[in-house]
């Protein structure tokens, strides 16, 4: 025993000393830091005798970096409407130069010269000669200089940045656009060149098999002896607590071979997903030799023991099912104008990402680089990731083709190991020649088994489609754009088709800009656009609303948000959503649809815990079927869970409880304690509450909660029955036209409450959401963005209401018109005031008052006939504007002409 103790020791020795050998052979020389530079805006350096001549670059700048950090470029006088503004403008070659000594030790190596992140054509120059050029834009470009360059000697070695477009693609994608990152010029990330034995891993592939409990190594050997090689690769896989090793043997006398493995790893090893992110890193030294000459190579990746299916409505990880919340990423980082390549970047935003309840992010049309994808891997997040594609580039075009099957393939080998990477689609919205974007997914779908293939997000199916992106399926329409008056409804019956289905870019209501961000774009860019916005805001007088006008607006949208997401979670068929997006869009016509601003902040309007009452892996949820409700109803809700946790939750308790605005619990009750699954909606029972003991207008607020740690609510409003409303008195003449008998009123001094039918009032369409995306992009409609309710007016004392809208107003606002009041005087403020879109800034409203000839007038733009009896909000408004009006309260101040009042009526 003694012996075989004895000669483990010696073994395990040996190995510690070979392998610690083996890493000393691939050497590496940093190469951040300055370089000459110079521009080429015409493009005539390459065609030049600068390059047969060796001229000397007559700047510098500091890499890794980007122009626009050193202020090269055309400086923009400009201020786009549609995007932020690039203040140094830059597209062309730029040229970056420095003299590097090959170290004599490296004599027989293979040397390169590798850059993270370029965009978008490198091409080198080593003295006199060009090399190489790459144009991927996903991953590194990895330039080979080995027979342009000789150890021990200096070298004078130029590199050509080209950021213009390559081929003919789409302006609009994520990867290289003004609207989102900007087209930069430069290099980031590592910047270095590397030594290696001629004979060296190339490619490794990691394939976890779960239900084996192994994982397929396959390795890409490259060969420069030009002659046979053996030897062996030593396999270190090492994880928290875990430790293994193998060796497998290696031979071959091609200039390319392959060597596969399959390791088993033990019942012990542990699963990678959402809650249990295990990783394990597996090293190999690979030492091979020809006759007496030695080559060692080191090469490692890390790994998650993860597989993932399809089957119809599912995505299953590890057998289980899986639903996906998540955020479009659009590439929008206005600090710097492009992605981070580091790690603690990339984790302040994947751990927001986790903060607001979420588990998936979806990379629009572009691809991050390595530290996205490593952070991803640790925080237990799932990445769709895109090719820079999106539109017309389907259309046939072979260069384009090309470049698209060549940067797919670059994005599988670079990125394949990560679990993280769960999903890949061609790119966004795509049109054109199906049968190229089949080939792509095709390609993808039978190379690659880690992961789930689909050829574009929305837009057409291809055959070999393992998942779909859309707001459409053959069964209808099932996006979900904005909430309901009630929660009874889901988008079941759109589904069921072939393949899982994730809710394209749900969400995306607009919220008024913040002006206060406008000092923060300290960056490559500027906040230019907002500054028009401020402008025509104040040519119209009201500049002093600009902060209530983002508020109210972005309250609407959060409980837009609110709705859209538990829908899409009733909705149990789906397999996941995608927002667009968690923080506001700077392009494409400015987009703040966000509850974060472009930088990742909170703009102040829900807390991460809030948001995770209704976007988390457990939420409680609550159908019922309207929000307004007389006090001679019953209110009914029926209770579900949504369980994606990985907890079945045993005895499940649940509760609900009704509170009034003080937070008087008013009623409460359980509901039957109950084993409850996961990976699913389950359903927990109903219950009812009587709501005859409201007397006078209330707001109450239904509670659900499930154990202790799990609680949701949502708002109705109770009202009582209201007869004879408006009825006209010697004093207060109501009316639906503005006839001789108002005028008369008017001129007498008294008082006249105008309500025209909505059909008579020229002016936009009402609606309760907010504008779809942006106002200057989508300009359809009414091009709104919800109300400024003037809620401490004293017309509003007995009707129950926040500054914001809430859904009382739904069919208020349902039922009314909305009125152009630009050009009445600027102190005149309407009290339900429309905000218009911030590209135009007219001042709009639904209700006013104002001094007309010797009388005072209130207007209120709403039908007050249409099925009256079931509109109780509308009811409880018009009683409380009656009480107000026929009250010495009303007083208004500011007068107006009666050629106003006629201008927006029909006659």
């Known amino acids: ?509 607009c919220i008024y800009p913040n002006f206060k961000e406008i000092p923060n774009f300290t960056g490559p860019v500027q906040a230019r656009n907002f500054e028009v916005f401020r402008e025509s805001l104040a040519a119209n007088g009201m500049l002093d609303q600009a902060d209530d006008f983002f508020r109210v607006s972005g309250a609407q949208t959060v409980l837009e948000y609110k709705d859209v997401i538990e829908a899409e979670l009733r909705t149990s068929l789906k397999s996941g959503f995608q927002l667009l997006a968690l923080n506001d869009f700077t392009g494409q016509g400015y987009a703040p649809v966000g509850i974060l601003d472009p930088f990742w902040e909170s703009k102040g309007l829900i807390t991460p815990e809030k948001f995770r009452e209704f976007c988390a892996p457990t939420v409680a949820l609550l159908r019922f079927p309207k929000r307004a409700y007389y006090c001679d109803e019953t209110f009914e809700g029926k209770a579900e869970v949504y369980n994606y946790s990985p907890s079945i939750l045993k005895s499940a308790k649940a509760k609900w409880w009704i509170t009034d605005a003080s937070g008087r619990v008013l009623k409460s009750g359980r509901l039957k304690t109950q084993r409850i699954g996961n990976y699913g909606v389950f359903p927990l029972g109903t219950f009812q509450y009587m709501l005859n003991s409201v007397t006078a207008p209330q707001k109450l607020t239904i509670h659900l909660s499930v154990g202790d740690k799990v609680h949701n609510s949502w708002d109705i409003w109770v009202y009582p029955h209201h007869k004879d409303l408006m009825q006209t008195t010697p004093d207060v003449l109501y009316t639906t036209t503005y006839d001789a008998k108002a005028k008369q009123y008017l001129q007498e001094g008294k008082k006249v409450v105008l309500c025209p039918k909505p059909n008579k009032v020229k002016g936009r369409k009402s609606v309760f959401h907010n504008h779809f995306w942006n106002p200057i992009m989508f300009k359809w409609a009414p091009t709104t963005l919800g109300c400024l309710i003037h809620a401490d007016q004293p017309m509003f004392a007995d009707f129950i209401t926040e500054k914001h809208l809430d859904w009382q107003w739904w069919d208020i606002l349902t039922n009314a018109k909305v009125i152009d009041m630009t050009d009445t005087p600027q102190e005149l403020r309407p009290f339900i005031q429309v905000i218009d879109s911030y590209e135009t800034n007219q001042k709009l409203g639904i209700g006013f008052e104002a001094r007309v000839n010797n009388g005072k007038l209130l207007v209120l733009a709403v039908d007050t006939r249409k099925d009256l009896d079931k509109r109780p909000a509308t009811q409880q408004l018009l009683k409380s504007i009656d009480q107000y009006v026929k009250s010495g309260q009303f007083a208004p101040r500011v007068t107006v002409k009666e050629e106003f009042i006629q201008s927006f009526l029909i006659k």
Request: proline share 4%; hydrophobic share 35%.
């Open 1 to 509: 025993m003694r012996k075989k103790f004895i000669k483990s020791i010696l073994i395990v020795f040996v190995l510690i000393t070979q392998l610690s050998l083996l890493k000393a052979q691939t050497q590496e020389i940093d190469l951040s830091g300055q370089w000459g530079f110079q521009t080429d805006l015409m493009d005539f350096r390459r065609g030049s005798l600068d390059i047969r001549y060796m001229h000397r670059l007559q700047e510098s700048i500091l890499l890794p970096g980007i122009t626009d950090d050193y202020k090269i470029g055309y400086k923009s006088p400009y201020r786009h409407i549609d995007r932020l503004t690039r203040v140094y403008e830059y597209m062309g070659p730029a040229w970056y130069q420095r003299e590097i000594t090959i170290p004599k030790e490296w004599k027989g190596k293979r040397i390169f010269i590798s850059f993270e992140r370029v965009h978008w054509l490198s091409s080198i120059y080593v003295d006199t000669k060009e090399v190489s050029e790459i144009d991927y834009i996903s991953v590194p470009h990895n330039h080979e200089l080995t027979d342009f360059v000789k150890p021990g000697k200096t070298h004078l070695i130029t590199v050509c940045v080209d950021n213009r477009y390559q081929y003919n693609t789409h302006k609009w994608d994520h990867a290289h656009s003004e609207y989102t990152q900007i087209n930069w010029n430069g290099i980031l990330g590592e910047m270095k060149l590397v030594a290696l034995d001629p004979v060296y891993i190339e490619d490794m592939q990691l394939y976890p098999n779960v239900s084996e409990h192994s994982v397929k190594v396959r390795m890409k050997i490259l060969n420069h002896t030009h002659k046979l090689v053996t030897g062996k690769a030593f396999f270190t896989i090492s994880g928290e607590q875990y430790k293994q090793t193998r060796e497998t043997m290696v031979s071959g006398n091609d200039s390319v071979f392959y060597v596969e493995d399959i390791i088993a790893l033990g019942k012990d090893i542990r699963l990678w997903d959402e809650f249990t992110p295990n990783l394990y890193t597996l090293q190999c030294d690979l030492a091979t030799t020809t006759g007496s000459t030695n080559y060692q190579h080191t090469q490692s990746a890390t790994f998650g023991m993860r597989e993932i299916k399809a089957d119809r409505d599912n995505i299953l990880i590890n057998g289980h099912r899986v639903h996906l919340r998540g955020t479009v990423e659009n590439a929008v980082f206005p600090k710097t104008g492009y992605a981070p390549v580091d790690d603690a970047s990339w984790e302040r935003i994947l751990t927001i990402l986790k903060d607001y309840g979420m588990n998936h992010m979806r990379f629009h049309s572009w691809c991050p680089p390595a530290a996205a994808f490593r952070t991803a891997d640790k925080l237990g997040i799932y990445l769709e990731v895109e090719m820079p594609m999106w539109g017309k580039d389907a259309e046939p075009d072979e260069k384009r083709y090309d470049f698209f099957r060549r940067e797919q393939k670059a994005i599988l080998k670079e990125y394949g190991n990560h679990p993280s990477f769960v999903l890949y689609c061609n790119g966004n919205e795509i049109t054109g020649n199906f049968d190229f974007i089949e080939e792509l997914t095709h390609y993808g779908r039978v190379s690659d088994k880690r992961r789930l293939f689909s050829g574009s997000t929305a837009r057409t199916r291809v055959k070999s489609d393992q998942f779909y992106i859309t707001h459409q399926t053959p069964k209808g329409h099932m996006a979900i754009y904005e909430g309901r008056p009630y929660t009874d409804w889901d988008k079941n019956k759109e589904l069921g088709i072939d393949v899982p289905v994730i809710s394209h870019e749900s969400g995306q209501r």
